[in-house]
């Protein structure tokens, strides 16, 4: 039956697609949100705490990361809603490929933090941000960025899950916060106290703005961080991923 | 031939409760049986067990052939499941919905538009256009979800009070659909809180009461168990009830009297001899009635006397 994964998988993230098609609007606020976090940080609240050089080289990777690590509220909001819904009843009653669900659910969610990226580089790019580095080690980095994307995707995954109703991601929402901001994204951890720059410092979203400030050339980045930017995703995939994959089939039970 | 539908010894408990306590039951191919009870009696883990979609703690579970457990995917490639909530995309539309779920039964792209299209006539859905489920009407919802159940033929098909929050006009919807279903092979297992219910759709009725079963048979079995039909008095002055239990041509008894509402009821296995009985004698003595009734027992009725004493074990009653 394995043969239909592929099959059910791409019926599943038709199915996300066609959610778009629906509701346009709601694609669009995902979109237009980070670019609203771009401007207020790069213009109305202009930080830039302990930076040297030029703010939008420092800001806008650490936007990129904070957008990836943020898309975790979508993910959880769209599962939770799902469960909520008689419709996961219909889909665990059939003989469709196990995690066809999920893999529509996480195409779907990587789709939407591609084109994501891509609007806000565009934005970016109008604001005066270049990337200084090669056009690979560009790539490189979106790639790390969407690689933070898929590990926070297994972890929003999981939460709903474990919540299991919408109402829950606003509890959520007060920890995703937090864990964004207590990083690297907006302000040099060199500016903090000692023990709250530590904890940025070991911050995934503080290894992947690092790598990705490196990978995009910017002037005055930290080198040597893009294995960090690597291992901490995986490490974290390596946890979540098989936790929401049994979560979900013992669904019930 | 095999049942289509076989339970032995079934248990599942959620902490302290046991929602099924050793539960038996088996229906026949090409038959509908209905599982009668109150809320929490256990009729909805049963129908998630049987769908694969709940593992029992204990027991034999087979639907179609199959091990509900072991062999969950053939299970679920031959039953249709109308659950107690409407199991659809609410965003998308329905033809939407039933190509989608005609995909995921691996139908074919083609095959499962053609069939959406069929399903959709049937069910009088085929105007519904683009239109968003969420906007449908409770009649209209449940009549899509039963076309999702129904996309595979399937030879077994759960409903799970199937007919719960709809108005008179969507439950008679519901209850046509079902109806054209039979004589079609399919097997169907109902539950329900409604003796009606059961008493329209079904060949045989299980009741079920805090996880086991209590009585299978047909609804005149049934309701031969809970003494047949029933009359009911209803008396102008409640003081006169006393009098009436003893002249009126009925076993004192089994006469029960409920002086809040002036009523007397008592059982009428000769229906209209009683009631002709009962009349005469109310107007010999000059005792006025302001109604009397002749009906069938209430499922509360049926149900009271299956449950007796609940303070036993209730005690399997085959007819």
Same mark, same amino acid.
Not at chain 1, 50 to 60: A, N, P, S, T
């Given at each position: 039956?394995?043969?239909?994964?592929?099959?059910?998988?791409?019926?599943?993230?038709?199915?996300?697609?066609?959610?778009?098609?629906?509701?346009?609007?709601?694609?669009?606020?995902?979109?237009?949100?980070?670019?609203?976090?771009?401007?207020?940080?790069?213009?109305?609240?202009?930080?830039?705490? +302990?930076?040297?050089?030029?703010?939008?080289?420092?800001?806008?990777? +650490?936007?990129?990361?904070?957008?990836?690590?943020?898309?975790?509220?979508?993910?959880?909001?769209?599962?939770?809603?799902?469960?909520?819904?008689?419709?996961?009843?219909?889909?665990?009653?059939?003989?469709?490929?196990?995690?066809?669900?999920?893999?529509?659910?996480?195409?779907?969610?990587?789709?939407?933090?591609?084109?994501?990226?891509?609007?806000?580089?565009?934005?970016?790019?109008?604001?005066?941000?270049?990337?200084?580095?090669?056009?690979?080690?560009?790539?490189?980095?979106?790639?790390?960025?969407?690689?933070?994307?898929?590990?926070?995707?297994?972890?929003?995954?999981?939460?709903?899950?474990?919540?299991?109703?919408?109402?829950?991601?606003?509890?959520?929402?007060?920890?995703?916060?937090?864990?964004?901001?207590?990083?690297?994204?907006?302000?040099?951890?060199?500016?903090?106290?000692?023990?709250?720059?530590?904890?940025?410092?070991?911050?995934?979203?503080?290894?992947?703005?690092?790598?990705?400030?490196?990978?995009?050339?910017?002037?005055?980045? @930290?080198?040597?961080?893009?294995?960090?930017?690597?291992?901490?995703?995986?490490?974290?995939?390596?946890?979540?991923?098989?936790?929401?994959?049994?979560?979900?089939?013992?669904?019930?039970? | 031939?095999?049942?289509?539908?076989?339970?032995?010894?079934?248990?599942?408990?959620? +902490?302290?409760?046991?929602?099924?306590?050793?539960?038996?039951?088996?229906?026949?191919?090409?038959?509908?049986?209905?599982?009668?009870?109150?809320?929490?009696?256990?009729?909805?883990?049963?129908?998630?067990?049987?769908?694969?979609?709940?593992?029992?703690?204990?027991?034999?579970?087979?639907?179609?052939?199959?091990?509900?457990?072991?062999?969950?995917?053939?299970?679920?490639?031959?039953?249709?499941?109308?659950?107690?909530?409407?199991?659809?995309?609410?965003?998308?539309?329905?033809?939407?919905?039933?190509?989608?779920?005609?995909?995921?039964?691996?139908? +074919?792209?083609?095959?499962?538009?053609?069939?959406?299209?069929?399903?959709?006539?049937?069910?009088?859905?085929?105007?519904?256009?683009?239109?968003?489920?969420?906007?449908?009407?409770?009649?209209?919802?449940?009549?899509?979800?039963?076309?999702?159940?129904?996309?595979?033929?399937?030879?077994?098909?759960?409903?799970?009070?199937?007919?719960?929050?709809?108005?008179?006009?969507?439950?008679?919807?519901?209850?046509?659909?079902?109806?054209?279903?039979?004589?079609?092979?399919?097997?169907?297992?109902?539950?329900?809180?409604?003796?009606? @219910?059961?008493?329209?759709?079904?060949?045989?009725?299980?009741?079920?009461?805090?996880?086991?079963?209590?009585?299978?048979?047909?609804?005149?079995?049934?309701?031969?168990?809970?003494?047949?039909?029933?009359?009911?008095?209803?008396?102008?002055?409640?003081?006169?009830?006393?009098?009436?239990?003893?002249?009126?041509?009925?076993?004192?008894?089994?006469?029960?009297?409920?002086?809040?509402?002036?009523?007397?009821?008592?059982?009428?296995?000769?229906?209209?001899?009683?009631?002709?009985?009962?009349?005469?004698?109310?107007?010999?003595?000059?005792? @006025?009635?302001?109604?009397?009734?002749?009906?069938?027992?209430?499922?509360?009725?049926?149900?009271?006397?299956?449950?007796?004493?609940?303070?036993?074990?209730?005690?399997?009653?085959?007819?």
């Amino acid at each position: 039956m394995t043969s239909y994964a592929l099959n059910d998988s791409w019926t599943m993230t038709r199915r996300e697609l066609a959610h778009w098609a629906r509701q346009p609007a709601q694609v669009l606020v995902a979109l237009v949100f980070p670019v609203m976090l771009l401007l207020m940080f790069g213009y109305l609240i202009g930080g830039g705490r +302990g930076v040297d050089g030029e703010y939008l080289d420092f800001l806008v990777p +650490g936007m990129f990361a904070l957008t990836m690590v943020f898309g975790l509220e979508g993910t959880m909001l769209a599962v939770t809603q799902d469960l909520d819904k008689g419709v996961i009843d219909r889909f665990r009653s059939m003989p469709m490929a196990d995690g066809a669900v999920l893999v529509g659910r996480s195409a779907a969610d990587m789709l939407q933090s591609a084109l994501g990226l891509a609007v806000l580089t565009a934005v970016a790019y109008v604001l005066g941000w270049r990337a200084h580095g090669t056009f690979g080690a560009f790539l490189g980095a979106l790639g790390l960025l969407l690689l933070l994307r898929f590990a926070m995707l297994w972890i929003g995954i999981l939460l709903a899950l474990v919540a299991g109703k919408p109402e829950m991601v606003q509890a959520v929402q007060i920890l995703v916060w937090p864990v964004g901001f207590l990083s690297n994204a907006l302000a040099a951890p060199q500016s903090m106290p000692d023990w709250l720059g530590t904890v940025v410092e070991w911050n995934p979203l503080s290894q992947t703005a690092t790598a990705v400030r490196d990978l995009f050339g910017a002037p005055g980045a @930290e080198t040597g961080h893009v294995w960090a930017a690597v291992a901490w995703p995986l490490a974290l995939l390596a946890v979540f991923f098989p936790l929401a994959v049994r979560k979900f089939g013992a669904l019930d039970e | 031939m095999t049942d289509a539908i076989v339970v032995e010894g079934v248990r599942k408990r959620y +902490g302290d409760t046991h929602a099924l306590d050793g539960l038996d039951l088996r229906v026949g191919r090409g038959t509908v049986h209905a599982l009668l009870g109150p809320n929490g009696a256990g009729k909805t883990t049963l129908v998630r067990i049987l769908s694969t979609l709940l593992r029992p703690d204990g027991g034999l579970v087979e639907v179609a052939g199959h091990d509900a457990v072991t062999r969950a995917r053939e299970v679920r490639r031959r039953i249709g499941l109308l659950g107690q909530h409407a199991a659809l995309d609410e965003e998308l539309g329905g033809r939407q919905n039933l190509e989608m779920f005609g995909r995921l039964y691996h139908l +074919g792209a083609r095959h499962a538009r053609v069939r959406a299209g069929e399903l959709l006539e049937r069910f009088g859905l085929a105007d519904t256009g683009r239109k968003a489920v969420k906007r449908y009407s409770g009649g209209m919802r449940r009549r899509l979800d039963l076309a999702a159940s129904l996309l595979t033929d399937p030879e077994v098909l759960f409903l799970d009070e199937p007919t719960t929050g709809l108005d008179p006009r969507g439950r008679a919807e519901v209850w046509a659909a079902v109806r054209s279903l039979v004589g079609g092979g399919t097997t169907v297992l109902l539950t329900t809180q409604y003796l009606e @219910e059961a008493d329209q759709l079904a060949d045989r009725i299980a009741v079920l009461d805090r996880g086991r079963l209590v009585a299978d048979g047909t609804a005149d079995e049934l309701k031969a168990l809970a003494g047949g039909d029933r009359i009911d008095v209803v008396l102008r002055d409640g003081g006169q009830l006393g009098a009436a239990v003893a002249l009126l041509p009925l076993a004192p008894a089994e006469v029960s009297v409920d002086v809040d509402r002036r009523l007397l009821s008592a059982p009428a296995a000769g229906r209209m001899k009683v009631l002709t009985g009962v009349l005469r004698a109310l107007e010999d003595a000059g005792v @006025e009635a302001e109604d009397v009734a002749l009906r069938r027992p209430t499922l509360d009725e049926v149900f009271l006397h299956l449950t007796d004493d609940p303070a036993a074990t209730p005690a399997k009653e085959t007819v």
